[in-house]
């Protein structure tokens, strides 16, 4: 109803702008005072009025407008021109630059405008017009393989799961790793709400940073280094991503702007699975009569029977009808559904020299690859600023999201997960027979109870829940003088969720329910005292004084029990229901510094410092300090700017902290109720009072390089960071305990090429490079402990991801082969290799990532295309495991008519010389737990998005009420050019804090579609 109303408004001020248009038509071209090429994209409007127009490719532009109207051209880095018209109807516009707009500006900690060659440290901006054509559902995924040293995987969790997004490499064995997000200024809240086990029902809620929506936002700032984020103290350990969303601007009457978008969504990558072999074992259908009803006998479970078309033609299926025995190359295939994604926004905006505004409604809805799987955003943003008098100002944004789902993607080791029976679902099998369940439990293909059918998981175990947030921002800046200011800031962001999820328990028992509820809110002011003058005739001089409050609090309440009646899900329904709620807080109060530094726009010097107080780790104070360095020696140099166009080089050292979680110092007491009986506890492991912040100590150099009139540009970086007093849970005497221990280094270059290497007067072509190389190594651990524990241990196959003495982090342990001083495999009597435990199998970590993007130009026609790479790595893949144990992996037909030949020897030494059966040898080795075969190298280059887009003349725009028409035809997430993984997605991970593990996860999706943009 919200967007049919906007559309409505949409369609009245189309109608509005079109009666207002003038019969006289004037035709120009603008070109640069300098260089005498065609600028497009110039706005011109006629003064007063709301007609308007763009140039195109060619700098030409054609409006209707009458004799004595004034024309208002403008244009990013150009000086604004003021020209007004006579009799005469052909003009030509020479542009004149505008020297101090031209020097490039990025927003650094706390919103504060930065030029660029000012920096001493890395940080790279994205315009927000990248994100708004080949549209994301979680936005930071639009951000993959675009930024040197950024590394973010998706999860299995759909359109609405959570990324991971990890800067220059991990640095804490229990942090999240993540970055802290700011917005506007103000930190909001990005917990993953997801799993934390493989073991359960496993649903990934999405994280915080997934409610923003894309359309609204104007820059994103990546800040890699902690002299980057060192002014956010606790918080910045793991590098900041600041977003700064859009505003309303000057104009006459009101803009609109309408995004459409829908695509059409595909499993991109399906895992390799024989065709020749069907249901049965040993070679046989249960006993060999092919009367004999499947669906009875354990053997239903695997593709060990007879091969395809080798004399058995029939069999009595499941529901005990006769079937023929053949292969369905397409039973998985089939299984998934075409989802669809539609995405539509309409934005409102206006102002003038004392107010403006930006009001925003987006809509994103989306129908998952499996059935019944629906996932529904909506987002609403107002933001006005305006001058109260000559010296106060004030801004403010208030932003509603509401998500609701229904069926999320379940991963991990559980039932209700329908990825399970689909991978255990012999080849032989049509799963088009398992859609009419008709609500009965054991209307499946295998008689083991806690397997189902995984249609009946879909229709009657779903999972849904709903969200409520808001975010608020609101700021005061007073102007005692040019020089000085004071500026009062306070930001909320609140958000309440109801989730429920079914557990199966079992054919004689009701289905588990699984409720919670949880509300969390983080309320962050600030007040800085800004001050910047010319201190001297070279020297320019700027200082900050701060103060910041953080609090933080939420709660969460979980019921959970067996329904009493089936379909009907309320927590009243429950039998007996347990009850438990856990509440946490969290303030934490800082003071903060910067002085900034600028001599003869040549050399640059900042110093930052920040020192915390945080309830978390009571009755201590932490100091962060920073030094940052610049020397535009370009400025310097009488070169032609044509040949080499700018230079400097950047130097920094900084420390930052990663704060532990609310009560890690003292016992929290966690309420539980059950038969209106109420038990308190503490929480499992046992708090430290003596804990401390982990602290990042970095150091920083690069260079910017820049040619051929910016044509071509270099940014390179070499950084070193060590990360001390990690915070872990670790086995003590006293049992699992919070502990300050371990010592990490992140070591590591960067480096970004651009470059244009065509532009003519119809065509440009521009492209950019990056590329990064992180070494990573636990140096230490504490009191004689050598690992920690990264991931939860992926059961039943007894793989964990480590953080290890002495080795690179995110050691992949499991069982592997044994063997001998030769190299030979070890194995049993009956030729099935014999496993060794506690083997490193691999390392979640990458040798190097980078990406590759290129924009093509022509006339009105914009090409782009992007590529994301991995080099290195490893990833374990338990559903290959799982398949290779139940024969219907592609690598199981080999052996099963001659056997395995292996170069082993028995236990005694002796060589082992006769062929297994590749059913003895896979099931042995995935009975033994042996994961080392499954663990594989995570490289890939993917192509990530393609689009080609059409932008409407302007000679035919000025015939219509429209400012600009853009249509795009858009895929992203297309597929490999190379995986390293075959049949894996090597990108894959079950939840955000579960990583270098696949196991039974939905396929990503592969989109494709198309997108307009409308303005006027």
């Known amino acids: 109803m919200k967007m049919k109303f906007l559309m409505l408004c949409s369609i009245l001020l189309l109608s509005l702008h079109a009666f207002a248009q003038d019969p006289n038509t004037y035709k120009g071209q603008v070109n640069d005072a300098t260089t005498n090429e065609p600028l497009p994209g110039v706005n011109i409007k006629v003064q007063g009025t709301n007609t308007g127009t763009v140039t195109d490719f060619n700098g030409k532009f054609s409006l209707k407008a009458k004799e004595g109207d004034i024309l208002v051209f403008s244009y990013i880095g150009y000086l604004q021109q003021e020209v007004t018209l006579g009799n005469q109807t052909a003009l030509t516009i020479s542009f004149e630059p505008n020297v101090q707009e031209m020097e490039e500006v990025v927003v650094t900690a706390f919103g504060m405008e930065r030029k660029t060659k000012a920096l001493g440290y890395s940080v790279t901006e994205v315009s927000g017009e990248d994100l708004t054509t080949i549209k994301e559902p979680n936005m930071m995924n639009s951000l993959s393989g675009k930024i040197a040293g950024v590394q973010i995987n998706r999860s299995s969790g759909g359109a609405g799961g959570s990324s991971r997004v990890v800067i220059r490499g991990n640095n804490s064995l229990s942090g999240s790793n993540q970055p802290l997000f700011i917005v506007d200024g103000v930190p909001i809240d990005n917990t993953s709400n997801s799993v934390t086990s493989l073991k359960n029902v496993a649903i990934d809620y999405g994280d915080g940073i997934a409610d923003l929506n894309s359309d609204d936002i104007e820059t994103i700032s990546v800040l890699k280094g902690p002299a980057a984020a060192a002014l956010y103290g606790t918080r910045a350990a793991g590098g900041v991503i600041l977003i700064n969303t859009k505003t309303g601007v000057k104009r006459e009457g009101i803009g609109v702007e309408i995004n459409s978008n829908v695509t059409f969504d595909f499993p991109m990558l399906l895992w390799n699975l024989q065709n020749s072999y069907g249901v049965g074992n040993e070679g046989s259908i249960n006993d060999g009569t092919p009367t004999t009803v499947v669906g009875t006998d354990w053997n239903a479970t695997s593709s060990w029977g007879p091969k395809f078309g080798s004399g058995v033609n029939s069999y009595i299926d499941f529901d005990g009808e006769t079937k023929s025995y053949q292969g369905y190359e397409n039973n998985v295939k089939d299984f998934f559904q075409n989802g669809l994604t539609l995405t539509n926004g309409v934005a409102l905006s206006g102002g003038n020299e004392i107010s403006d505004f930006r009001i925003s409604y987006t809509n994103l809805q989306n129908n998952g690859i499996t059935k019944g799987s629906e996932f529904d955003r909506n987002m609403l943003t107002f933001r006005g600023r305006t001058k109260l008098n000559k010296k106060l100002s004030a801004d403010a944004k208030l932003s509603y999201m509401r998500v609701e789902g229904y069926n999320r993607p379940v991963s991990g080791e559980n039932y209700v997960n329908p990825i399970y029976s689909l991978v255990s679902m012999p080849r032989s099998l049509n799963v088009n027979d398992l859609k009419d369940h008709q609500g009965n439990v054991k209307y499946k ?90 201190l001297t005739d070279d020297l320019n001089g700027k200082l900050i004084l701060g103060a910041n409050l953080l609090k933080q609090t939420s709660t969460s309440d979980l019921m959970s029990g067996a329904m009493a009646y089936e379909g009907v899900y309320t927590v009243n329904n429950l039998n007996q229901p347990q009850h438990t709620r856990t509440e946490l807080e969290k303030e934490v109060v800082s003071f903060f510094a910067a002085a900034n530094f600028d001599y003869m726009n040549v050399l640059f010097l900042d110093l930052t410092a920040r020192q915390d107080a945080s309830s978390a780790l009571p009755g201590r104070t932490f100091f962060y300090p920073s030094v940052t360095g610049a020397f ?73 390089l820049r040619f051929f009139d910016d044509r071509l540009g270099l940014d390179v970086t070499y950084y070193k960071a060590t990360s001390e007093d990690q915070i872990y849970a670790a086995q003590t005497s006293e049992g699992y305990r919070w502990i300050n221990g371990g010592v990490i280094e992140n070591k590591g270059i960067e480096f970004q090429l651009t470059a244009t290497p065509v532009e003519t007067t119809n065509f440009r072509w521009s492209m950019t490079l990056n590329a990064a190389k992180n070494t990573n190594k636990v140096l230490e651990m504490k009191d004689g402990l050598t690992n920690t524990l990264v991931n939860d241990t992926a059961t039943p196959f007894q793989v964990s991801v480590i953080a290890e003495e002495g080795q690179p982090f995110g050691q992949i342990k499991g069982n592997g082969f044994t063997y001998d001083d030769a190299g030979r495999i070890v194995v049993d009597a009956n030729g099935v290799p014999i496993a060794k435990s506690e083997q490193v199998l691999g390392n979640i970590t990458p040798d190097m990532t980078g990406g590759f993007t290129n924009t093509i130009n022509y006339k009105n026609f914009t090409l782009n295309a992007a590529l994301g790479a991995q080099f290195g790595g490893d990833v374990f893949s338990g559903t290959n495991m799982t398949m290779h144990r139940n024969g219907n992996h592609a690598d199981t037909e080999a052996g099963r008519e001659n056997g395995i030949q292996q170069n082993a020897v028995t236990e005694d030494g002796n060589a082992y010389t006769e062929a297994v059966d590749a059913q003895t040898y896979w099931v042995g080795v995935t009975n033994n737990r042996i994961a080392e075969p499954f663990v594989t190298d995570a490289s890939f280059v993917q192509l990530r998005e393609v689009s080609l887009g059409y932008a409407l003349p302007a000679s035919l725009m000025s015939k219509t009420p429209f400012q600009n028409i853009t249509v795009s035809v858009v895929g992203r997430n297309l597929g490999y050019l190379y995986n390293a993984a075959e049949g894996v997605d090597p990108q894959s991970m079950a939840a955000r804090n579960i990583v270098g593990v696949e196991y039974l996860s939905l396929p990503s999706s592969r989109s494709l579609g198309f997108n307009i943009n409308i303005k006027l």
């Open 445 to 534: 293909f295998n008689p083991d109870p806690l397997t189902l059918n995984p249609y009946y998981a879909l229709d009657e175990m779903p999972n849904f829940d709903e969200k409520d947030r808001f975010l608020g921002m609101a700021s005061v800046k007073y102007e005692f003088t040019e020089w000085l200011s004071v500026q009062g800031r306070t930001g909320l962001d609140f958000w309440s969720a109801d989730r429920t999820s079914l557990n199966f328990r079992g054919e004689d028992l009701n289905n588990e329910m699984i409720n919670v509820r949880q509300q969390v809110k983080e309320m962050n002011s600030d007040l800085m005292l800004t001050a910047e003058r010319q």
């Open 632 to 704: 535009a020696f370009s400025e310097l140099m009488n070169m032609d700017s044509k040949l080499f166009t700018f230079g400097k080089v950047r130097a920094s050292f900084a420390k930052v902290g990663n704060d532990t979680q609310p009560y890690a110092t003292s016992p929290n007491l966690i309420f539980s109720r059950q038969d209106n009986i109420v038990t308190v506890s503490t929480q499992s492991i046992r708090p430290n009072p003596d804990l401390v912040p982990e602290t990042t100590s970095s150091f920083e150099i690069g260079t910017d």
